[in-house]
């Protein structure tokens, strides 16, 4: 089965601090592609980054970054210099042959001026 | 307003009665996803569609749900007889997908309230 975990159900942050948001997933695919989704308070999700499973670079844009481990099936969302709109709900999502993308159950950031 | 499209935004209904959904996806968008969201939960995979195929269906879209895609373009998800455990969000998403995975843009959902 293919499965997304993501283990903290809320953190906060300090406004222009970093944060790390983790995510595994469990899968006996090789081709597959990873995202972090944000979801602010009664707002659409909007896609924050993402990964393929193929390439060894972390993604990084702007102030979020990853860290993906393939061998460890972890791929966590690193945010820089949190801001007050980064707070919101983010998901962990996975894509795989078949294209049915999974979500993993959500965190909660609070960004706390 | 390019964006994915859902109506209505929210729909209240008591339950047994029957409710339909709409989503209009990024016009050139050839994959169609439905979720259904509950509160404080990640969107749970409903159905999936490319073009007008419906390629999967999850083990939660019950015989009381339906969905379809005419001619590719806009989709519809229905409930019969609903109950209240119906009550979510109900969101689409849709991408652009030739032989690779690219972003999926999410609308922003029907709210359905089942009482």
């Known amino acids: 089965a293919q499965t997304v975990t993501q283990s903290q159900p809320e953190m906060s942050v300090q406004e222009a601090e970093t944060v790390t948001l983790s995510c595994t997933y469990d899968t006996s695919e090789n081709n597959y592609y990873l995202f972090w989704y944000k979801q602010p308070p009664s707002r659409q999700m909007i896609l924050v980054i993402r990964?393929?499973?193929?390439?060894?670079q972390n993604a990084t844009e702007n102030r979020f970054s990853v860290n993906f481990q393939k061998a460890a099936k972890s791929f966590s969302l690193k945010i820089s210099d949190s801001q007050l709109g980064d707070t919101a709900m983010y998901f962990c999502?996975?894509?795989?042959?078949?294209?049915?993308?999974?979500f993993g159950a959500g965190t909660r950031l609070t960004v706390k001026p | 307003d390019t964006g994915v499209s859902q109506n209505p935004r929210h729909k209240i209904t008591k339950r047994g009665q029957n409710v339909t959904f709409r989503c209009d996806p990024i016009s050139e968008h050839n994959r169609l996803y439905w979720y259904r969201q509950t509160l404080g939960q990640g969107p749970e995979f409903l159905t999936y569609f490319q073009n007008e195929a419906q390629l999967e269906k999850s083990r939660l879209l019950s015989d009381r749900f339906s969905a379809e895609r005419p001619k590719g373009s806009f989709s519809t998800l229905e409930i019969q007889r609903t109950e209240q455990g119906d009550s979510a969000m109900y969101l689409c998403?849709?991408?652009?997908?030739?032989?690779?995975?690219?972003?999926?843009?999410f609308g922003q959902g029907t709210r359905l309230t089942v009482v």
């Open positions: 990964q393929e499973a193929y390439k060894q």
């Open positions: 998403a849709s991408s652009l997908g030739v032989g690779q995975f690219t972003e999926a843009f």
């Open positions: 999502a996975f894509i795989f042959n078949n294209n049915d993308m999974r």
